[in-house]
T-cell receptor, first 110, second 113 residues
Framework: GESVGLHLPTLSVQEGDNSIINCAYS??????FIWYKQESGKGPQFIID?????DKRQGQRVTVLLNKTVKHLSLQIAATQPGDSAVYFC?????????FGTGTSLTVIP | DAGVIQSPRHEVTEMGQEVTLRCKPI?????LFWYRQTMMRGLELLIY????????DSGMPEDRFSAKMPNASFSTLKIQPSEPRDSAVYFC???????????FGPGTRLTVL
C-alpha cells in the first residue's frame, strides 16, 4: 500500500557508544550551519553551529564537522546517553534563507 | 531568559472556526519565524518577519492563513476558517541578527476536528 508520512533515517546506538549523524546540504552559498535536537513533544533545540570558514567545531560531548567540498555536515555525539534520544535536524543558512533537513531519529539503547 | 513563549500550547477546534496562535519572541531578537510541522511534510517555514515587517510569506498555504507582528514583542498567526488538514504543531522561533541561530518556542499543537 501507499506509505504516508516522512520516512526519517533512523540510527540506533548502544548507550556509551559514539553516534554520528549525517546531513547533506544543497546550497553552495550556505555559509552557516546549525544542528538542532527535537525531543518528543518539544520544539527544536539548538545544539551547535559552525560557520563556513571552519571545518570542525567542538562543544560538550558534541562535534560538528563540515566538508564544503562535498556539501556534507555531520554531528558526532560522544558517549551517547538515553537522554540523547531525539530527532536531529541540520539547518543551512544562506543570507536570509533558512533550510531545514528532514531529520534523523536517534534511539539510544540502554 | 524565558525563551520564546507560545500560547496556547494545545488547541482543539471545529472545522470552520477561527484559530489564533500567539508568540512572544526573545527580548532583543529582531526576526521572528512561524513554522508548521507535520508527519507528512516535516518542518515548513510559513512566514518570517524582520523588524516587525513580513519579509517572506511564500510558505503561507493559502489566504486562510494570516500573520501579524504589531510590535517587537508579539506576533499572531491566524487561520480563518480552519480545516482538518491544518492540524499540526505550529512553532514560533526568533533570532538576533541575520545569521544567528533561531530559538524555537515549545509549539502549539492544533487539532481541527
Amino acid at each position: 500500500g501507499e506509505s504516508v508520512g516522512l520516512h526519517l533515517p533512523t540510527l540506533s546506538v548502544q548507550e556509551g557508544d559514539n553516534s554520528i549523524i549525517n546531513c547533506a546540504y544543497s546550497n553552495s552559498a550556505s555559509d552557516y550551519f546549525i544542528w538542532y535536537k527535537q525531543e518528543s513533544g518539544k520544539g527544536p533545540q539548538f545544539i551547535i553551529d559552525i560557520r563556513s570558514n571552519m571545518d570542525k567545531r567542538q562543544g560538550q560531548r558534541v562535534t560538528v564537522l563540515l566538508n564544503k567540498t562535498v556539501k556534507h555536515l555531520s554531528l558526532q555525539i560522544a558517549a551517547t546517553q538515553p537522554g540523547d534520544s531525539a530527532v536531529y535536524f541540520c539547518a543551512e543558512v544562506a543570507g536570509n534563507q533558512f533550510y531545514f533537513g528532514t531529520g534523523t531519529s536517534l534511539t539510544v539503547i540502554p | 531568559d524565558a525563551g520564546v513563549i507560545q500560547s496556547p500550547r494545545h488547541e482543539v477546534t471545529e472545522m470552520g472556526q477561527e484559530v489564533t496562535l500567539r508568540c512572544k519572541p526573545i527580548s532583543g531578537h529582531n526576526s521572528l519565524f512561524w513554522y508548521r510541522q507535520t508527519m507528512m511534510r516535516g518542518l515548513e517555514l510559513l512566514i518570517y518577519f524582520n523588524n516587525n515587517v513580513p519579509i517572506d510569506d511564500s510558505g503561507m498555504p493559502e489566504d486562510r492563513f494570516s500573520a501579524k507582528m504589531p510590535n517587537a514583542s508579539f506576533s499572531t498567526l491566524k487561520i480563518q476558517p480552519s480545516e482538518p488538514r491544518d492540524s499540526a504543531v505550529y512553532f514560533c522561533a526568533s533570532r538576533f541578527g541575520s545569521t544567528d541561530t533561531q530559538y524555537f518556542g515549545p509549539g502549539t499543537r492544533l487539532t481541527v476536528l
